[in-house]
């Protein structure tokens, strides 16, 4: 048995779940969103309440299916209610950010600036040195995040870079701290 597939996600008021075509749509205060079912899972709703199931609950493939999609579910009834948000912070001695449009201008090192488009479903604001970004697609924000953060890692001499603000970065002695410890 899944323990996250046969827990029961509740529909909160102003939110609505369907199931139409091997598709779910959760429509919401925050937006819409739709994900493709596997044909293995099938989604019942009943009495503003959500259950998946799966036919063969022995099979390991079904039964992570199961946990999976539950969760997915889960992510979307509260992305259209509360949103997500990642918080990523640039730091470095002349690196910065800017929003330009609707585009993200990261001045991070490059001998040009990096232009990043972002997409429709994802908000970004940028203060100081803090990038924020908002969505109610918790698996596109998550993209979005990540391919802002490659744009330049974090290293681990002088911790310049793009990092998330709830991340840490395991710092290593230089050169000359490996000389006078030797």
Known sequence: MSRIGKQIIAIPSGVEVS??????????????????LHKLVTVNITDNKVTVDVVNKESKLERSLWGTFA??????????????KKQLEINGVG????MQGKDLKLDVGYSNPVIYKIPEKVTASVEKNMISLESADKELL??????IRVIRKPEPYKGKG????????????????AKAAA
């Open 19 to 36: 199931v139409k075509e091997g598709k779910v749509f959760v429509k919401g205060p925050k937006g819409q969103l739709e994900r493709e």
């Open 71 to 84: 969760a997915h579910i889960k992510n979307m009834v509260l992305g259209v209610t509360k949103g997500f």
């Open 162 to 177: 793009i990092k998330y603000v709830e991340e840490t970065i395991r710092r290593k002695a230089g050169k000359s701290a």
């Open 142 to 147: 998550g993209k979005v995040a990540s391919e």
């Open 95 to 98: 690196y910065k950010a800017a």
